[in-house]
């Protein structure tokens, strides 16, 4: 969904709400920001026929950031979910059904299993879960360790339609043009067969393909959207994608998600997959700290429990910059003849990246009604041939400006972020910038700046969501605009 922002006029003042004009806020300084928090790697380590190797120290293993060797601050060994001082190490099960690609019998057997295996979950453990249905992803549970409210919920989801069969319906269709030249062979060479063959191989159908992704690039953006909860965290991704014979980069930006978030991605199998092409994505889960779970017994949640459970935990505190940058992870052991698997990197996010996925949060699943305090006004649009131009007013508190002194007045300014979907869940991350004003005084309190600008947007029904960081709380503020074309903005 192509869409733009194009800021026009910025106008700073008071609008027409309460205010306490002998009450001033604290005037937020505006400076680079070093924040000091730990990073997590889990680590797993296999003996050359793939058993579990116990009893390594901290000084068995080498952490490397962007290939230099940092020191390690933090160590534990974690077995069964349990660390070597006896105390349990709770995980955080995120399960995300993908409905738009899963066969209804094969995903309830897994759900079913999963149901019966939820006696796994420890006290100290959580769980959530989460669906796509092809265009919204939807929370059928937020984090909890209640095991019959989770029994309820799978007992619902496997009502849902599952769409697999259709897409994969798509996909048979192009079998006909393979058995043509199966069948017309003697009219080629045979090198001519083996290479018309091997190029029809990877044939993806457009309706297929369209559907691909969406489901890849939603899987991510509930990632990011969804809370994270503290400590080791596990996503369980039950899909059947892979059966299509995409290229394995698809997936890149879930991978890139996880690795930021720090979750260990566990995809199975909600198909009937060909096992070549499920394994040919372990490599991607390994770069997660995970593999892929293929079980023909469909416990492959329990064989999830079991893999997540016994780790190396590995801590250090790296200098962050908020500058977005992307760094590497290895993880090598000093003993010869040992594999490691852990994850393969993290982000170094800045306040407006975080301010961004906040308005993508917000727009999947909603946001906190307590910080819904940005100030939204459409105008009416204006048409073009293919688009809207629509004038938006925006509100922001006073006190979620980062005031700095500029000459004899002050500058204000803050991040903002601006998401966008469409009713067939089609998203748009809209240009992030900073809005500036312009004042002569510092602002009274519970006061609203107001910012003013033209969204070119697409000619067709969608919400927006309006992110900003407050610099002090660090809370995010938001604010919510519906966009119908046949008669303006509410």
Known sequence: MRQSMRWMIVVAGGLAFPAVAQEEP????????IEVRVVNVEAVVTGASGERVRGLAAADFRLLVDGREVPIEYFSEVMDGTAAAGEEVGQSYLVYLDDS????????DLLEKLERDLTLLRPVDRMAVLAFDGAHVETLCGWTGDRDRLRTIFQMARQRPALGGRMLAHQAALQADVDWIKDNAASFEAEEVVAILEALSHRISPEARTQLGRTAGMAAAALRGFETPPG?????????????SVEPELYGPLLEAANRLGYTLYPTDASLSDAPLVTALDDLARATGGR??????????R?????AGTYYGIGFTPTWKADDRSHAITVEVRRPGLH??????????SPSTETARRAESVLLFGGPAEDRRLIVELGAPVRHRKSLDVPVMLGVPVEALALQPQGTGYLAEVPLAVAAADENGRRADLPALR????????PPART???FRTVLALRETPQQLVFTVRDPVTGRVLWGRAEIAPDRGGK
């Not at 604290?26 to 920001?33: D, F, L």
């Open 232 to 244: 080791r965290k596990v996503l369980f991704f039950m899909s059947a994608a892979w059966s299509l």
């Open 340 to 349: 490691v698997r852990s994850r393969a990197g993290f982000a170094d996010k």
């Open 101 to 108: 690609f899963s066969l209804a019998n094969r995903r309830n």
């Open 292 to 301: 892929v779970m293929v079980s023909a017994k469909n416990d492959a949640f």
């Open 303 to 307: 064989q999830v429990v079991a893999d």
């Open 26 to 33: 604290a005037v937020p300084a505006v400076g680079e920001a």
């Open 448 to 450: 609203y700046a107001r």
């Open 435 to 442: 809005l500036q004003a312009q004042m002569a005084t510092v």
